[in-house]
């Protein structure tokens, strides 16, 4: 199983980044699947989870409004759009993937190992 995420780096607040997570090993399309970060100290947060059929989706209170979760099953992708980025979005950003049904913020079976995001001036 690999999930690898790519689409991380600096931008300035205000700006907007693109998140890839590339799936590999397990049936994608079966799998509920999620994004969490991670900031410096901090503990691992739930961002945003999408269902097997990309229909129904979560956010967390934190970046509703400013991020979207989508999938490609044909591609085995998963993105995050993040707009309007603050400082305090800058983390370790990392895709997850749930044997599951519903959308769910823990309880994930597979890890990816991270993209950076630095929101800064």
């Known amino acids: 199983v690999q999930l690898v995420e790519s689409g991380g780096g600096l931008v300035q607040p205000g700006g907007s980044l693109r998140l890839s997570c590339v799936a590999s090993?397990?049936?994608?399309?079966?799998?509920?699947m999620g994004w969490f970060r991670q900031a410096p100290g901090k503990e691992r947060e739930f961002v945003a989870s999408i269902t097997r059929g990309g229909i129904n989706t979560l956010y967390a209170d934190s970046v509703k409004g400013r991020v979207t979760i989508s999938r490609d099953n044909a591609k085995n992708t998963l993105y995050l759009q993040m707009n309007n980025l603050k400082p305090e979005d800058t983390a370790v950003y990392h895709c997850a993937a749930r044997n599951g049904i519903r959308l769910a913020t823990s309880e994930y079976d597979f890890w990816g190992q991270g993209t950076q995001v630095t929101v800064s001036s």
């Open positions: 090993g397990f049936s994608f399309s079966t799998y509920v």
